[in-house]
């Protein structure tokens, strides 16, 4: 059975496109998964939204006839400011979908951040040895736990470690809800239904649906299913963390650290002065605080705040090349996709990941020659223009 629609890269020109396609593929439940956000879905939205209230101000005169995209974070040198940040269970999606991604990353010149909450391993994925890839921890309410994580990542070889701190409670998302979602998938009458145009999705999922875990979490010996360790993961996380624990986290990792989830520029300002190297502005797309501001929105006042030797990402909305110049204009070093990475995954696994940032690679491109850019480096707030 063909896992793929025909002609799929043909009418997987955008991202947009790819997310249809993404849809037609997964059952609702899958696909909400991975596509939806918190309660009403605001922040999601206006997520997406904050990008058209800025427009460009070209200067083609200055001619850009080629266009080097390739930027250099943390010491090492990227192909394209377009990084697949940490999104869980990838691998629900497809068969090993978390080594898929990776692959497409490495493939395209880019980084990988393997999710804390990935089907595989780390120890798996860097079995692959694709770089660069960086590792997602917590802080949890067993500081010992945290402590394991980054030991095993550093055993590994990850080359960053990205600790999120805006889920210490999850959010609520409904649309989970209202579809009886649960891992792995138990599919009721009315789904069973639906999954009759999803026969491919099903064919390439055979067998691995019932190994589908969190596998950074499976202690040797542990009985424990996906099931149950889904059920006891809120219970793991922390609310009560601080900056004392973000200390303990730079003594213990020696790499870059990164903060994902900052979206207070006072926050920003004091991460600075606690060693951390790096911050992603990021509401975690949506899906935790519904109400919480757009990534984009307060791009420029973290930028304000940080200082030039810590490292400004975005994450939030991405879904055009333009909206990547954009925030690099804004003061961001590079993006982070989330959502996007996962649509290519559902309709072709690596190879629908590697066309995914080759449709970012080609419209940055293409923004960058008609504004009259030619590096990354040039690209400034001069570039933009704020609408009345």
Same mark, same amino acid.
């Given at each position: 059975?063909?896992?793929?629609?025909?002609?799929?890269?043909?009418?997987?020109? $955008?991202?947009?496109?790819?997310?249809? %396609?993404?849809?037609?593929?997964?059952?609702?439940? !899958?696909?909400?998964?991975?596509?939806?956000?918190?309660?009403?879905?605001?922040?999601?939205?206006?997520?997406?939204?904050?990008?058209?209230?800025?427009?460009?101000?070209?200067?083609?005169?200055?001619?850009?006839?080629?266009?080097?995209?390739? &930027?250099?974070?943390?010491?090492?040198?990227?192909? %394209?400011?377009? #990084?697949?940040?940490?999104?869980?269970?990838?691998?629900?999606?497809?068969?090993?979908?978390?080594?898929?991604?990776?692959?497409?990353?490495?493939?395209?010149?880019?980084?990988?951040?393997? $999710?804390?909450?990935?089907?595989?391993?780390?120890?798996?994925?860097?079995?692959?040895?694709?770089?660069?890839?960086?590792?997602?921890?917590?802080?949890?309410?067993?500081?010992?736990?945290?402590?394991?994580?980054?030991?095993?990542?550093?055993?590994?070889?990850?080359?960053?470690?990205? +600790?999120?701190?805006?889920?210490? #409670?999850?959010?609520?998302? @409904?649309?989970?809800?209202?579809?009886?979602?649960?891992?792995?998938?138990?599919?009721? +009458?009315?789904?069973?239904?639906? +999954?009759?145009?999803?026969?491919?999705?099903?064919?390439?999922?055979?067998?691995?649906?019932?190994? #589908?875990?969190?596998?950074?979490?499976?202690?040797?010996?542990?009985?424990?299913?996906?099931?149950?360790?889904?059920?006891?993961?809120?219970?793991?996380?922390?609310?009560?963390?601080?900056?004392?624990?973000?200390?303990?986290?730079?003594?213990?990792?020696?790499?870059?650290?990164?903060?994902?989830?900052?979206?207070?520029?006072?926050?920003? @300002? /004091?991460?600075?002065?606690?060693?951390?190297?790096? %911050? #992603?502005? $990021?509401?975690?797309?949506?899906?935790?605080?519904?109400?919480?501001?757009?990534?984009?929105?307060?791009?420029?006042?973290?930028?304000?705040? !940080?200082?030039?030797?810590?490292?400004?990402?975005?994450?939030?909305?991405?879904?055009?090349?333009?909206?990547?110049?954009?925030?690099?204009?804004?003061?961001?070093?590079?993006?982070?996709?989330?959502?996007?990475?996962?649509?290519?995954?559902?309709?072709?696994?690596?190879?629908?990941?590697?066309? !995914?940032?080759?449709?970012? /690679?080609?419209?940055?491109?293409?923004?960058?020659?008609?504004?009259?850019? $030619?590096? &990354?480096?040039?690209?400034?707030?001069?570039?933009?223009?704020?609408?009345?």
């Amino acid at each position: 059975m063909n896992a793929t629609p025909p002609g799929w890269i043909r009418d997987g020109c $955008s991202i947009a496109a790819m997310r249809l %396609l993404a849809q037609a593929a997964l059952p609702r439940p !899958v696909f909400d998964f991975a596509d939806g956000g918190a309660e009403d879905e605001r922040t999601l939205r206006r997520n997406e939204l904050a990008f058209d209230d800025v427009d460009f101000l070209p200067q083609p005169l200055r001619g850009a006839p080629t266009r080097d995209l390739s &930027i250099t974070l943390f010491g090492g040198t990227l192909n %394209l400011p377009v #990084i697949i940040g940490p999104t869980g269970l990838a691998g629900l999606l497809w068969p090993d979908g978390e080594v898929c991604a990776a692959r497409a990353a490495h493939r395209a010149g880019t980084a990988y951040c393997l $999710s804390h909450g990935s089907v595989c391993t780390l120890e798996a994925l860097a079995e692959t040895r694709v770089t660069p890839r960086w590792m997602q921890v917590f802080i949890y309410r067993d500081r010992g736990f945290t402590r394991e994580l980054v030991e095993r990542a550093a055993a590994a070889g990850y080359g960053a470690l990205v +600790l999120t701190i805006d889920n210490q #409670i999850l959010g609520s998302r @409904e649309r989970d809800i209202r579809n009886g979602f649960s891992i792995p998938p138990r599919p009721d +009458l009315r789904s069973m239904m639906g +999954l009759a145009g999803r026969l491919p999705w099903l064919w390439r999922m055979r067998g691995h649906l019932r190994h #589908i875990t969190f596998g950074n979490y499976v202690k040797p010996g542990d009985s424990a299913g996906i099931a149950k360790l889904a059920g006891r993961m809120p219970s793991l996380l922390d609310p009560a963390m601080s900056w004392a624990d973000v200390d303990q986290l730079r003594m213990m990792w020696k790499g870059p650290l990164i903060l994902k989830g900052v979206l207070s520029p006072a926050e920003a @300002e /004091r991460a600075a002065k606690h060693g951390v190297d790096g %911050l #992603i502005v $990021s509401n975690h797309g949506g899906r935790q605080l519904d109400g919480a501001v757009a990534s984009f929105d307060i791009l420029p006042r973290i930028r304000d705040a !940080v200082p030039e030797n810590v490292e400004l990402l975005f994450d939030g909305g991405v879904r055009r090349g333009a909206d990547v110049v954009k925030a690099l204009a804004m003061g961001a070093r590079a993006c982070l996709i989330g959502r996007p990475q996962l649509w290519g995954l559902a309709v072709a696994g690596e190879q629908g990941v590697a066309h !995914v940032l080759e449709i970012y /690679r080609r419209e940055i491109d293409r923004v960058m020659g008609l504004c009259g850019i $030619s590096r &990354i480096t040039d690209i400034g707030p001069d570039l933009l223009v704020r609408r009345k």
